[in-house]
């Protein structure tokens, strides 16, 4: 998603759902929505980490979003889907897969209906939060593109 752009600029972002919470990322990192398959593992990754899948050729590894953000593992389901994404790798970029429990909508949203993710202690990592935007009366965390999505 990058950095906050200016108050006046609007920007679309994806919503999908974790728990009971919903996200955001923008979607024009958004490159595909598909629904959950078979991943292929690979040996000792991060807990996090799925696996990879093989997308038109393109091997791109796919997380977890629940169990990066210390929520509990459930089964997965029809509305179970990886949102394959675009991410930022130092002056790179790469695609990744996030499983996600659901795909909700697509909103359009101010850079100035984004603040700044609160301070929550030095122990937390937060450099995937782009923001934190207050839609229809609830807050959702917005999503950068950067790497950290993956890194542990």
């Given at each position: 998603?990058g950095?906050?752009?200016?108050?006046?600029?609007?920007?679309?972002y994806?919503?999908?759902?974790?728990?009971?919470?919903?996200?955001?990322?923008?979607?024009?990192?958004?490159?595909?929505?598909i629904?959950?398959?078979?991943?292929?593992?690979?040996?000792?990754?991060?807990p996090?980490?799925?696996?990879?899948i093989?997308?038109?050729?393109?091997v791109?590894?796919?997380?977890?979003?629940?169990?990066?953000?210390?929520?509990?593992?459930?089964?997965?389901?029809?509305?179970?889907?990886?949102?394959?994404?675009?991410v930022?790798?130092?002056?790179?970029?790469l695609?990744?897969?996030i499983?996600?429990?659901?795909?909700?909508?697509?909103?359009?949203?101010?850079?100035?209906?984004?603040e700044?993710?609160?301070?929550?202690?030095?122990?937390?990592?937060?450099?995937y939060?782009?923001?934190?935007a207050k839609?229809?009366?609830?807050?959702k965390?917005?999503?950068?593109?950067?790497?950290?999505?993956?890194?542990?």
């Amino acid at each position: 998603m990058g950095e906050k752009q200016n108050s006046t600029d609007e920007t679309q972002y994806l919503t999908f759902h974790l728990a009971n919470e919903e996200y955001a990322v923008g979607i024009l990192r958004v490159k595909e929505i598909i629904p959950y398959g078979a991943l292929t593992k690979v040996p000792q990754p991060p807990p996090a980490i799925r696996g990879v899948i093989n997308l038109r050729g393109k091997v791109i590894p796919v997380i977890d979003l629940r169990l990066k953000f210390g929520l509990p593992s459930i089964d997965y389901t029809q509305r179970t889907c990886i949102i394959v994404v675009q991410v930022k790798s130092g002056s790179s970029s790469l695609l990744m897969g996030i499983v996600v429990d659901e795909v909700s909508e697509v909103l359009t949203m101010a850079a100035g209906d984004i603040e700044d993710t609160p301070d929550f202690g030095a122990n937390v990592e937060t450099g995937y939060i782009l923001g934190m935007a207050k839609i229809k009366g609830k807050v959702k965390a917005a999503f950068n593109n950067s790497r950290h999505w993956i890194d542990d």
